[in-house]
């Protein structure tokens, strides 16, 4: 018999090699090659052209373009990373940590959506029809009408969603389905993208909406190729920690809306619950304020939030530590070069530890004000004043540069009671803010004078 031929395929990219190379030819990526069975190309040849439709070139201002319909899920937080809904014939991709409640919020999202006229089916491929049962009763969802089926063959998932013709359907997970046609184990590079493409293809054609969900692999990337976030037309997140009780839902990719836009939700004993106003779920509870601790407005999506950003400086050895949870490592280390530089506060000889509360993750930098004072204010054992926040980017010399929407940020602190702020000069509001007294500065050791003058 001869020997059956392999081919290598990149993670990254997709792309193949008849060899192992340490570097992608296609992508140039390292240590992303992966054995799998070469496919013969007869069967191979002819498998998207049954859904290839021929179009004639037109001019695009003779196209008609609707504005797309949406679908609300009936979870206002899920539609809001949706963008407002599902869209007929959209494939959305969700991924996330084992057990973060990818599974519990598509399944309440079907339900509700089957309850207000629906057609929906769920394809579970990690759990039998009575376990998805199971969790439905514990969710409360009493006599739902969700379609279930349990089954891994994406053949036969195709045969179902043409059968049944479904307004949305959810594959649970797409690393568990296989192709025929493919004689890789499911999960493999291969198997996921054939399988994704077909769905999708599947999706556009029949104008069933598609959620698939998606592993995370150890790294945090969706394990699969790269380019199953291209064939989508929407990549959502999961994250936050599993010991908390919230999850943020943030959209990383949306055809048909805003990125960056994130859901709130908190895991309850029925299920993920949306929390529509979360401004203040990151705040931790302090009855008199202590060292270290320095709230910031963080603006993620359309609304603004405020997390407490907790630092730790404490006497080191002879190599201190610099750790920090929830923002960047290599900003803490700049802020601190900046800090000595500029404001002349060394903490070479110290462990700077820093903490963004509650498991969120701060990408942008406008925390950088709030991470410098929390470490001075720890630095010096003093506490800031009670009602205090701070935001604003800090750059290598020393300068405090404005975030965007500073107003809405002031207005969403002053609302929850803080009574006093230190914000970039470009960021000062032109009206005085009722209840709100704002320090404007230009400059990082001006910052640290304001503070200085207010303790
Ligand atoms: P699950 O939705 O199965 O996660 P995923 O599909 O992302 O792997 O995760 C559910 C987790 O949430 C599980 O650890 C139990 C918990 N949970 C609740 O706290 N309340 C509930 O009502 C349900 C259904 C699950
Ligand atoms: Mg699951």
């Known amino acids: 018999m001869a020997k059956e031929k392999t081919v290598f395929s990149c993670n990254e990219c997709g792309g193949t090699s008849p ?3 340490g570097k992608c030819p296609h992508c140039n990526a390292w240590n992303t090659l992966i054995e799998s069975v070469a496919q013969s190309d007869a069967p191979a040849k002819n498998r998207f052209a049954s859904l290839a439709k021929t179009a004639e070139v037109a001019v695009l201002s003779d196209i008609e373009a609707s504005d797309v319909e949406r679908t609300p899920t009936g979870h206002e937080e899920l539609d809001r990373v949706l963008g407002g809904g599902m869209v007929e014939g959209g494939v959305v991709l969700i991924g996330g940590d084992p057990g973060i409640g990818k599974s519990t919020l598509l399944l309440q999202a079907l339900d509700s959506l089957q309850r207000s006229g629906k057609n929906t089916l769920y394809v579970t491929g990690e759990e039998s029809g009575a376990q998805v049962a199971l969790r439905s009763r514990r969710l409360g969802l009493d006599h739902s009408q969700v379609r279930v089926l349990a089954e891994i ?12 013709r479904p307004d949305v359907a959810v594959i649970d997970s797409i690393q568990t389905v296989y192709s025929e046609q493919l004689t890789s184990a499911p999960g493999s590079v291969a198997q996921v993208r054939e399988c994704a493409a077909h769905l999708t293809r599947a999706a556009k054609a029949s104008g069933t909406a598609i959620v698939l969900v998606g592993h995370v692999t150890k ?11 291209h064939m989508v037309d929407t990549v959502l997140y999961f994250e936050g ?11 990383i990719k949306n055809r048909f809306g805003a990125v960056n836009e994130i859901g ?16 203040a779920i990151f705040l931790s509870q302090h009855a008199e304020p202590v060292p270290g601790s320095c709230v910031m407005v963080t603006l993620e999506g359309t609304r603004p939030l405020l997390v407490e950003i907790q630092a730790l400086v404490d006497s080191g050895g002879p190599s201190p530590r610099r750790l920090s949870v929830g923002l960047d490592k290599d900003r803490l280390a700049m802020l601190l070069a900046v800090l000595h530089r500029h404001a002349g506060v060394a903490c070479m000889d110290q462990d700077v530890f820093i903490n963004a509360v509650g498991g969120v993750r ?3 930098p406008a925390a950088d004000l709030a991470v410098m004072l929390s470490i001075t204010s720890s630095l010096r054992g003093k506490p800031l004043p009670k009602g205090f926040i701070a935001f604003g980017e800090v750059g290598l010399a020393g300068e405090v540069r404005p975030a965007p929407r500073g107003q809405e940020r002031l207005k969403e602190a002053a609302k929850l009671g803080f009574s006093v702020a230190v914000v970039p000069k470009a960021n000062a509001p032109k009206k005085p803010i009722e209840g709100m007294t704002i320090h404007a ?7 640290m004078n304001v503070v200085r003058g207010l303790g």
């Open 362 to 364: 701060i990408g942008e």
């Open 19 to 21: 060899k192992w190379l």
């Open 219 to 229: 790294e945090g990337a969706l394990a699969g190729p790269r380019v199953l976030e």
């Open 153 to 164: 063959q994406l053949e036969k998932i195709l045969a179902t969603l043409e059968a049944h």
């Open 264 to 279: 709130v939700f908190a895991m309850t004993e029925k299920g993920l619950k949306g929390v529509s106003n979360p401004s």
């Open 241 to 251: 920690d599993t010991h908390s009780q919230f999850r943020l839902v943030r959209a």
């Open 441 to 447: 500065v230009d400059r990082v050791e001006e910052a």
